[in-house]
């Protein structure tokens, strides 16, 4: 981020030179144009075709050293804005890391024989998941990938959830229609039915919206009762005439803001729903990579001591990264917290009926007979309702 920052500010600075030498160009050229139009214009009325006078002559002979040296200022300035826009690039490479390849020794394995089929299937999994279709059906058709399932069900929530994020609830609606049992306790049927209330409101008038209101709204109106408040409150500045809504009723009256809203959710109930992971596999692995490149690239830096080159294992990540709140859990290896020690197939990692990790050797300490008290929530359980976990 304050990479980013620090190419802005020179950013900055270039935009506001160009700015005012631009400015002060189109005011010197017009001002040039000015004077010779004058000039041209006193010629004419003194009638002069052939030869000049000698107080003509230098009259036009001055105007004409006075132009070139605006031009040569002109060019001057031009210059000195050419060198303050590479500038600009200078800065970009020297706040951001070029060249990663000391982190990924082994990025070209990417490209051997047995890997890249599989990059390329990742792709355009990617794609056909994205709704991409027919981008998905060129890269397949050219590179030549077998065996991409085209058809998947997470295609489909994306066409939804782009449809929201265009303002038709429609497609969500149906999706959510026919798994209404499932969503009774989702606050998605609601905000689908509100959008589509809304909608109507603009495009069929408020008399459809309140018709519409009155038969979906009651289900919803226990739990979600000042919601339903405000969204029926908003169809007042739905007609053709009403003044100007008031900042609050903003955003129900946007329709792609509410799509937007609409589309999150969505995606995120559908995936819960049908335990689908919101992110492809490649979208994923670009994600939690991207977070760990710049905290690897400073330890490796730091990592030239022979001794510590060889304690770290080429397959796995000698930091921890918070992958944040979309980058779900990725790990490497696994530390048990009580021993503190690294899982190995001998002791490996063992998930708790609660959801907490130890390690087998540390679940094997901790368990009294049939029982277990779990060292962090304290969850009494017994051991072998622990299941054991595996990285792949
Ligand atoms: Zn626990």
Known sequence: MDSCLGVEQDLDKAISKFNFISERTDHVLQDMIDQVEHLRRELAEDGIDESLSHEWASMVKDLITAIKQLALKMSTDHRELHATVSRVGKSIDRHFIADYASVAPKAESFCSDTNRPIMEQAIAQHLYRQGLEEVGDTLVAEAGIPGVERTCTFAALQRCAAALCEGDPSAALAWAARRAADLQHSDLPFTLHRMQALNLARTEGVGA???????????????????????????????????????????LLSPRALGA????????EACALLQLAPLSPLAGAVLAGGRVLPALHDI???????????????????LEVDLGEDGGGYHSVFACPILRQQASEQNPPMRLLCGHVISR??????????KLKCPYCPMEQSPSEARQIYFS
């Open 209 to 251: 919206a309140i018709e519409y209101a009155r038969r979906q709204f009651p289900a919803h109106a226990a739990r979600h009762e000042r919601q339903l408040q405000a969204a029926v409150c908003a169809l007042a500045w739905c007609t053709p005439a009403a003044p100007p809504a008031p900042p609050h009723y903003h955003h």
């Open 261 to 268: 809203e609409a589309a999150e959710l969505f995606i995120r």
């Open 300 to 318: 490796r830096n730091k990592m030239t001591h022979p001794h510590v080159i060889a304690a770290w294992s080429d397959d796995e990540l000698p």
């Open 361 to 370: 050797d540390a679940l094997n300490k901790l368990a009294m007979g049939v």
